[in-house]
């Protein structure tokens, strides 16, 4: 850091210098004068007592001494004068240069003191900024972690689409459709495909398309499998063990898991059966093909998270 220029300039400052050595010289110079004229005086003193005892023969060397004399005298005094003058001159520069470098040296204090307390500042700050660097580094080492595993789930899900609209390929357009959203798969099949007009039994081009898709899942034991089953919004009056369309859409979505399970390589413990009624409608209308559209079972399959849940458990 650059500290600003004395309040003195040093062009100045070496001016005065000058100054003042001259005055000391001028000083100098009156007092050895001053000295001369002083021995000059006591020299003129003794003549003059001898000059007295002889006043008619040295009448003029007389008067022309005591003319000299005078001549010395108010030269002595102006010299006297003037060497006051000058004394008091360089002792009052002197004070003032004297005064300025005092105000001077407190400037300089004053921003040593402040140059202190910003770069005592300064270190703190850069303390805090490298403690919250490494902290931002291991945050970001953390977030690419996870972003890795969620690029890999990802991958598995586009993956297990594939599969399973390769098993599947055979019923896709006639009621079925498989698509990603949210990190899932969804398997959306139409009540066409699977059931009768208010029946829960699934027919046989149903019990097929659920067999291919169980041996998908046989295959991809890191799967888990949730079934839904949704209903329109035309109140169901049925007896026995289907009273309503919370009941029909839980039957539905049993007998899939049913099927399902049927395949022995699938662990009965990754599946869950859910009942949705109408309450999750594709299609709001109440017209008759938004209510078929309604009419469905979902099947959403989601890649097992347990690393991804470790890693968080751990922040």
Same mark, same amino acid.
């Given at each position: 850091?650059?500290?600003?220029?004395?309040?003195?300039?040093?062009k100045?400052? $070496?001016e005065?210098?000058?100054?003042?050595?001259a005055c000391? +010289?001028?000083?100098?110079?009156l007092?050895?004068?001053l000295d001369?004229? #002083?021995?000059?005086y006591?020299d003129?003193?003794?003549?003059?007592g001898a000059?007295?005892? $002889?006043?008619?023969r040295l @009448?003029?060397?007389l008067r022309?001494t005591?003319?000299?004399?005078?001549? %010395?005298?108010?030269?002595?005094?102006r010299?006297s004068?003037? *060497?006051?003058?000058?004394?008091q001159?360089?002792?009052? /520069?002197?004070?003032?240069? %004297? &005064?300025?470098l005092?105000?001077?040296r407190e400037?300089l204090?004053?921003?040593?003191?402040?140059?202190n307390?910003?770069?005592?500042e300064l270190? /703190?700050?850069?303390?805090?900024?490298?403690? %919250?660097?490494?902290?931002m580094?291991?945050?970001?080492?953390?977030l690419?972690?996870?972003?890795?595993?969620? $690029?890999?789930?990802d #991958? !598995? !899900?586009?993956? %297990?689409?594939?599969k399973?609209?390769?098993?599947?390929?055979?019923?896709? @357009?006639?009621?079925?459709?498989v698509?990603?959203?949210? &990190? #899932? !798969?969804?398997?959306s099949?139409?009540?066409?495909?699977?059931?009768?007009?208010?029946k829960y039994e699934?027919?046989?081009?149903?019990?097929?398309?659920l067999g291919?898709?169980?041996q998908?899942?046989?295959? =991809?034991?890191?799967i888990?499998?949730?079934?839904?089953?949704?209903?329109?919004? !035309?109140?169901?009056? @049925?007896? +026995?063990?289907?009273?309503? *369309?919370?009941d029909?859409?839980?039957?539905?979505?049993?007998a899939?898991?049913k099927?399902l399970? =049927?395949n022995?390589?699938?662990?009965?413990?990754?599946?869950?059966?859910? +009942?949705?009624?109408?309450y999750?409608?594709?299609?709001a209308?109440?017209t008759? /093909?938004?209510?078929a559209? *309604?009419?469905?079972?979902?099947?959403?399959?989601?890649?097992?998270?347990? /690393?991804?849940?470790k890693i968080?458990?751990t *922040?």
């Amino acid at each position: 850091m650059v500290l600003p220029s004395c309040v003195v300039p040093k062009k100045k400052y $070496d001016e005065l210098a000058n100054h003042y050595a001259a005055c000391l +010289g001028s000083r100098d110079s009156l007092q050895s004068d001053l000295d001369r004229c #002083k021995l000059s005086y006591q020299d003129l003193e003794r003549s003059l007592g001898a000059l007295k005892n $002889d006043t008619a023969r040295l @009448g003029p060397a007389l008067r022309m001494t005591s003319s000299e004399y005078a001549d %010395l005298k108010d030269r002595y005094t102006r010299l006297s004068q003037d *060497n006051e003058a000058l004394k008091q001159t360089s002792d009052k /520069e002197i004070r003032k240069i %004297l &005064g300025e470098l005092d105000q001077t040296r407190e400037s300089l204090q004053a921003k040593e003191d402040a140059l202190n307390l910003l770069e005592k500042e300064l270190a /703190e700050k850069m303390a805090n900024l490298d403690l %919250l660097t490494a902290e931002m580094q291991q945050k970001e080492a953390r977030l690419n972690e996870l972003q890795s595993i969620l $690029d890999s789930k990802d #991958k !598995v !899900v586009q993956a %297990l689409r594939k599969k399973v609209s390769d098993a599947l390929l055979g019923f896709e @357009g006639q009621g079925l459709s498989v698509n990603v959203r949210n &990190g #899932k !798969v969804y398997v959306s099949l139409e009540e066409k495909l699977l059931f009768a007009t208010g029946k829960y039994e699934v027919n046989a081009e149903g019990r097929q398309a659920l067999g291919k898709l169980a041996q998908v899942l046989a295959e =991809n034991k890191d799967i888990n499998v949730l079934i839904e089953g949704h209903t329109d919004d !035309v109140p169901l009056a @049925g007896a +026995g063990v289907i009273r309503d *369309n919370w009941d029909l859409s839980v039957m539905r979505a049993t007998a899939v898991v049913k099927i399902l399970t =049927n395949n022995k390589g699938i662990d009965p413990r990754r599946l869950t059966a859910a +009942g949705r009624s109408e309450y999750l409608p594709l299609d709001a209308a109440k017209t008759k /093909e938004a209510r078929a559209k *309604n009419r469905r079972t979902e099947i959403i399959l989601t890649p097992k998270l347990d /690393e991804l849940f470790k890693i968080l458990e751990t *922040n």
